[in-house]
């Protein structure tokens, strides 16, 4: 309980800034909303004569962009993805590289605490931050969209919609775990944090649609989920296979490690 609350506070200032930069995003592109549905009809002739890579980089699907989910589900959401991304990956590659980096990994390591608990107690933390930090931005920005199109808005679409920021944080920050686990040290967690997901974000722009099992961020589809209010349950399934494989490993990994190399 003591490494839970621990982790809790020494984490939250940084859960703090990282949920204002997402609502930031969110209120941005949120304000242009009245403006650009003035121009939709100029903005789409404009978007489709650029590639299909272009416009996805841009955020932009094909997908009914006039209304305020289609408009929050081509622009805004990719991007505040991204960043909820972001901040998973660092928290789980520096789940356990903090603790060589403070040198403190031997002395926490040499407690009556068994190294399962430990792992157990960091990664609860930051399950708790993530949750914590998603269920303030989804309601504000619930609100927020509701305000901007002065118009009711479906609750489980944009549920739908929502909940693939904090399902591929799930993934990048299991992901982030594993690799701090086998790893001796991480030395610069930003870089690596903001490398490995902008790799894996131009890779599903730029891939082949056969390789999509292989491109985390394509694997909720907005205007699916859109028409038919649910997910396709292959990449569900895939995501929460990766995700217990990555934990699973994890553990297994930091059961084994030497504690001279943590």
């Given at each position: 309980m003591n490494i839970y609350l621990h982790e809790l506070k020494v984490n939250r200032k940084f859960m703090i800034y990282w949920s204002i930069g997402i609502l930031?995003?969110?209120?941005?592109?949120g304000s242009f909303y009245p403006l650009f549905i003035k121009e939709v009809d100029n903005f789409v002739n404009l978007m489709n004569q650029y590639p299909a890579e272009i416009r996805a980089i841009f955020g932009f699907n094909g997908?009914?962009?006039?209304?305020?989910?289609?408009?929050?589900?081509?622009?805004?959401?990719?991007?505040a993805t991204i960043c909820g991304s972001i901040l998973a990956m660092i928290l789980g590659l520096s789940i356990i590289s903090k603790e060589e980096k403070e040198k403190t990994a031997d002395f926490l390591l040499a407690k009556p605490v068994s190294r399962f608990k430990i792992l157990t107690a960091k990664i609860l933390a930051t399950l708790t931050l993530l949750l914590i930090s998603n269920s303030v931005i989804y309601i504000?920005?619930?609100?927020?969209?509701i305000l901007v199109a002065n118009t009711t808005i479906n609750?489980?679409?944009?549920?739908?919609?929502?909940?693939?920021?904090l399902i591929i944080q799930l993934l990048f920050l299991t992901l982030g775990f594993f690799i701090s686990v086998i790893l001796k040290k991480v030395k610069a967690v930003l870089a690596m944090a903001m490398g490995i997901v902008f790799g894996f974000y131009f890779f599903s722009v730029f891939a082949a649609e056969?390789?999509?099992?292989?491109?985390?961020?394509?694997?909720?589809?907005a205007n699916y989920i859109i028409k038919h209010s649910s997910y396709e349950s292959l990449y569900l399934g895939s995501t929460f296979l990766l995700i217990i494989i990555?934990?699973?490993?994890?553990?297994?990994?930091?059961?084994?490690k030497d504690i001279a190399s943590i």
């Open positions: 930031a995003i969110i209120f941005i592109y997908g009914n962009i006039k209304s305020i989910l289609g408009y929050f589900s081509t622009f805004t959401l990719s991007f504000i920005t619930y609100f927020f969209l609750l489980t679409i944009f549920t739908l919609l929502f909940l693939t920021i056969k390789l999509r099992l292989l491109m985390p961020f394509n694997y909720f589809d990555f934990i699973s490993l994890s553990y297994y990994i930091y059961q084994k």
